[in-house]
């Protein structure tokens, strides 16, 4: 009688891979035109945008990735306050929420830094061209097996 097997072969265990870290959390509501946007930006350039009714996923580049880190380092953000409001409140102004390396900064139209108005210009930018159909991103596809 013969017998078979893997006795005394041992495999190695698989080390899961990490989720994809946050990026950006931006998030823009209100103004004239009732704005209620979301942007999550995943460091592996896979994105997530919810606008009213609609969620999609989009795809950016490392080119997107570096010009977003760079205007966010310009801004040197991790120096500015957490609050920027306008003492006198109005329901036309457009409020933002912005977190980016575990670090929220909440303003206003009428508030905003000027140091901060390229960051918020450019994760609009991101929001205006995401528009054009794209095919649905797996923000975890990029992951090493």
């Known amino acids: 009688m013969i017998i078979g097997g893997c006795l005394g072969t041992k495999i190695a ?70 609050n920027y409001t306008a003492r006198r409140g109005s329901a036309d102004l457009i409020h933002y929420t912005i977190s980016y390396h575990s670090k929220t900064v909440n303003t206003e139209d009428s508030a905003t830094p000027p140091q901060l108005q390229p960051v918020i210009d450019e994760l609009n930018r991101v929001l205006k061209t995401s528009t054009s159909p ?5 923000p975890f596809a990029n992951m090493p097996t």
Not at 45 to 60: D, F, K, P
Not at 134 to 138: D, K, L, S, T
């Open 134 to 138: 794209e095919r649905p991103v797996n």
């Open 13 to 82: 265990p698989v080390t899961p891979a990490n989720p994809p870290a946050i990026l950006v959390d931006y998030h823009r509501t209100g103004g004239i035109a009732g704005f209620d946007d979301r942007l999550v930006i995943f460091d592996n350039g896979a994105a997530i945008i919810s606008s009213g009714h609609m969620n999609r996923e989009i795809r950016l580049n490392q080119t997107d990735i570096n010009r977003i880190t760079s205007v966010f380092t310009a801004a040197q953000f991790s120096q500015l306050e957490g």
